[in-house]
């Protein structure tokens, strides 16, 4: 069995103040969570969410990370600086980053390997666009972000794989959960079959886009589907909470 895993991407929200505020209110409502819960939070506030999220089931994520290990890389952030603070994820390829940060399936390999090497468990997002969705695309626009984003990883179980149809980020419209559900076996289909022998089987991938209190549970219903990347929802404390508890009633 697959574990559960729900994270939050906070983006660009929450200084470190409000987001150990934001760790604080989450805790006692997360305490009997039977999945993994994860907050993937701005470099800067890692610091201050570290001491907050202790004593709680919530593990620390990043929501970027350099793939040398150190260097003339100004601005940048290596996978043993995240490791030194307590870091156990961190988002690797998010479609906000492509979109407007020039990553490509290349860098975005080069950080997955990286952050594997470091101890780090990735959290890579693939998806498509709208266009390329209407146009019939998404499953060759998968396959092209599958072959090229883990190329040369050893074991596929070690990382996770956010599934975003970049069409239902912050916009409200969410992928039915039979389109996310039907996706998400394609991928996992591929994986296997790209990566024979690499433990894809093993592999959570998660699903991304408008993912909220009222559509946890249909969602998460969905046997491909192993969690969920909350971005608008997980900087409210009770609908971050209401997703994580999705198997309560
Ligand atoms: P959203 O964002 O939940 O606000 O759609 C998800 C994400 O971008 O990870």
New binding site residues.
């Given amino acids: 069995m697959r574990r559960p895993i729900i994270a939050g ?1 906070w ?1 660009m929200n929450n200084t470190a103040s409000e987001g150990a505020a934001l760790v604080a209110a989450i805790k006692p409502l997360v305490k009997d969570a039977k999945c993994d819960v994860v907050v993937c939070v701005p470099a800067i506030d890692i610091p201050a969410v570290r001491k907050a999220v202790r004593g709680s089931k919530i593990r620390l994520g990043a929501q970027n990370v350099h793939f040398a290990e150190k260097g003339a890389y100004t601005g940048e952030i290596s996978a043993n600086m995240l490791k030194e603070y307590g870091v156990q994820y961190v988002i690797i390829g ?3 980053r492509r979109q407007y940060f020039g990553e490509t399936d290349e860098t975005v390999n080069k950080r997955t390997l990286a952050a594997l090497a470091a101890g780090l468990t990735p959290i890579v ?1 693939i998806g498509e666009t709208l266009e390329e969705r209407e146009s019939g695309k998404t499953n060759e626009v998968l396959s092209r972000q599958i072959e090229k984003d883990f190329a040369g990883v050893e074991d596929l179980s070690k990382l996770v794989v ?1 599934y ?1 149809p970049i069409w ?4 409200g419209r969410t992928a039915t959960a039979e389109q996310a559900n039907e996706t998400i076996g394609f991928i996992r289909k591929r994986m296997k079959k790209i990566y024979a022998g690499k433990n894809a089987g093993r592999m959570r991938i998660q699903y ?4 909220n209190a009222g559509n946890c549970k249909e969602l998460m219903a969905m046997p491909e589907i192993d969690g969920g ?5 997980s900087l409210k404390a009770p609908d971050f909470a209401a997703i994580v508890n999705f198997d309560k009633e």
């Fill in positions: 991407n983006k998010h479609s906000e997002c956010a975003e239902a980020i912050g916009t991304g886009g408008s993912m990347l909350i971005g608008g929802a």
